[in-house]
């Protein structure tokens, strides 16, 4: 079975500044997504990035990116120019490739709790 | 942007009763799923759903659990027997097949009393 695990309950940043949470997976799989979903305090799950197993290349979106690191099942989110409206729970999340489709279902990590100082 | 809609967000029963959770997920969208929260713990998948079927189920799903696909636009939730283990936010996802990431309504808070 894959397990997500995200080992830092809680963490802080200064505005403007930089920080990466951490996630590591464990799976069997060859061909997977990986995801970070953000949770704020109204509890919507707001989809963050994604990165799909077969490429190389690191995804980005705006001020998030990822470290992906395949053969150490690593999946590392970096928040750029952090801004007070980050702050929420981030959840990391894993999906195989099920034949091309999505109709595998996510597993998460236990999440990270984000607080913005400003 | 379409999205998806849950209803009602909030949710009082009392232990024993049943509860139908809604949920209309994006129009065009094929596969549907139901997770839940419990406060402060993270996200646990219930059930996927396609083709007027389950696809898959966790350990959580057992028969006190269904799910249904009433008419073209909703996709529900029931619980036949509420337990106070089954306080939780009941979140539903929908998918195209496409896209590879499932877009999540705003969720419903359940409370077993």
């Known amino acids: 079975a894959q397990t997500v695990t995200q080992s830092q309950p809680e963490m802080s940043v200064q505005e403007a500044e930089t920080v990466t949470l951490s996630c590591t997976y464990d799976t069997s799989e060859s061909d997977y997504y990986l995801f970070w979903y953000k949770q704020p305090p109204s509890r919507q799950m707001i989809l963050v990035i994604r990165q799909e197993a077969y490429k190389q290349q690191n995804a980005t979106e705006n001020r998030f990116s990822v470290n992906f690191q395949k053969a150490a099942k690593s999946f590392s989110l970096k928040i750029s120019d952090s801004q007070l409206g980050d702050a929420a729970m981030y959840f990391c999340a894993y999906r195989r490739n099920a034949g091309g489709t999505s109709y595998g279902k996510l597993t998460f990590g236990q999440g990270t709790i984000l607080t913005v100082h400003p | 942007e379409p999205e998806v809609t849950q209803t009602p967000s909030h949710q009082v029963t009392q232990m024993g009763q049943e509860v139908i959770l809604r949920c209309v997920p994006i129009s065009n969208h094929l596969y549907f799923y139901w997770y839940r929260q419990i406060l402060g713990q993270k996200v646990e998948f219930l059930v996927s759903?396609?083709?007027?079927?389950?696809?898959?189920k966790s350990e959580i799903f057992d028969d006190q659990f269904s799910v249904e696909r009433p008419d073209g636009s909703n996709f529900t939730l029931k619980i036949r027997s509420t337990k106070l283990e089954d306080s939780a936010m009941y979140f539903c996802?929908?998918?195209?097949?496409?896209?590879?990431?499932?877009?999540f309504g705003p969720g419903t808070r359940l409370t077993v009393t």
């Open positions: 759903f396609y083709n007027n079927e389950i696809s898959e």
């Open positions: 996802a929908s998918s195209d097949g496409t896209l590879f990431e499932q877009y």
